[in-house]
């Protein structure tokens, strides 16, 4: 990195860590808005709960309609990215009679691992989503403020195996590689006009009730911004995909270069995160040709082979791209792993159901129907 480069850089960071400052002491004295905590869907295991969120100023914005004018719509984006955060908010939570306490950090982000179940029956098979209870300790809370409770994923000891998907033009139709069609679609759209992929729903719901009695968990991985994360879990309700933890990424300005994580980075670190986690849980992987899945995935199939039976690949891009795919194939298949490029919907279920990940029922009327 060139020292004018390096200089820009260094120069961007503290200039945002100085408007962060400012923006939480004037937040102090005017509390013109109150701060309330976003917290994002959580995961954890019978021993521990991860869980991140970020501290904000109130802004609401309303729920997605057909009826939407595309101004309307890009009123909503900008207030999604206009968000004024509360750096350095202290947050407790509270889950199974534990209280844990954390400070956020400077763009108003914290990450808390809640220590759970030491008697060993936090674990039920009614269901798997466990609320945690969340409260602002400093700033202090609204006299008014209604409580906060988030929700963590904890996989049933009996499920079969878990899967982990990209969103953007592997779930959802974003035309990632098209980067002005994309912005427009993006800024434009809301998650009731904005699609997915035929068949998509279908197919993840397929994946999660698997063929077992304990239902498979679902895992988003994306490299959109946290600031999206309101609009992909409406999305992804609307469209009733499986509910589960969503991934994103801080787009915030580091003292290195101007986004804090990669592209590649970000998924592979999440990636790995999962797989040591749970470590006894065999993995599927879902993405897209269009940018780095297949390359992302080889690499993680690489470093646990045998944990990652399956990996799909929708086929999004040139016949060029297609043999580039095919190529990484053949390695995976090295690791004890299928890697299958797939035109849709359909092509998926039918491999699945060839290994026994989906019911073959279930997967001959996805193939039948419209993919």
């Known amino acids: 990195m060139s020292f004018i480069t390096d200089t820009i850089f260094r120069a961007g960071a503290a200039l945002e860590e100085r408007v962060d400052r ?13 701060a309330v905590i976003v917290p994002y869907r959580g995961f954890g295991t019978s021993d521990e709960i991860y869980l991140k969120g970020r501290v904000l100023d109130e802004k609401r914005i309303p729920p997605a309609s057909d009826e939407h004018r595309l101004w309307h719509n890009l009123r909503a984006m900008y207030r999604r990215f206009e968000s004024d955060e509360v750096p350095y908010a202290r947050i407790a939570a509270f889950v199974e009679g534990h209280r844990v306490e ?26 798997a989503w466990y609320p945690v209870n969340l409260s602002l300790v400093d700033p202090a809370p609204a006299t008014d403020a209604p409580p906060t409770t988030a929700a963590a994923l904890i996989p049933h000891p009996d499920a079969s195996f878990g899967v982990i998907t990209d969103v953007d033009d592997t779930i959802l139709i974003t035309n990632a590689a098209r980067r002005l069609q994309m912005l427009r679609t993006t800024l434009f759209g809301n998650a009731r006009t904005r699609l997915p992929f035929p068949g998509v729903a279908d197919l993840y719901r397929a994946l999660h009730q698997g063929t077992g009695e304990a239902p498979n968990p679902v895992f988003y991985l994306s490299s959109s911004p946290w600031n999206l994360y309101d609009f992909l879990a409406e999305f992804m309700d609307i469209h009733q995909l499986p509910k589960g933890p969503l991934f994103l990424r801080d787009l915030g300005i580091d003292r290195t270069k101007f986004f804090k994580t990669s592209h590649e980075s970000h998924k592979l670190a999440q990636i790995r995160r999962l797989m040591m986690t749970f470590p006894n849980l065999p993995f599927i992987l879902i993405g897209d040709s269009g940018q780095h899945d297949p390359e992302i995935y080889r690499m993680a199939v690489e470093h646990f082979p045998g944990r990652i039976p399956a990996v799909y690949i929708r086929d999004v891009t040139t016949r060029g791209r297609d043999q580039e795919v095919r190529d990484l194939a053949r390695s995976v298949r090295d690791y004890g792993g299928d890697m299958v490029l797939a035109r849709d919907s359909g092509a998926v279920a039918e491999h699945a159901a060839q290994h026994g990940f989906v019911d073959p029922k279930t997967a001959e009327n996805l193939i039948e129907g419209p993919r």
């Open 22 to 34: 400012w923006r939480y002491a004037r937040h102090r004295r005017s509390r013109k808005r109150r």
């Open 102 to 127: 954390v400070e956020a950090d400077d763009e108003g982000y914290f990450d808390l691992r809640i220590p759970v179940g030491q008697d060993g029956n936090i674990v039920r098979s009614d269901h």
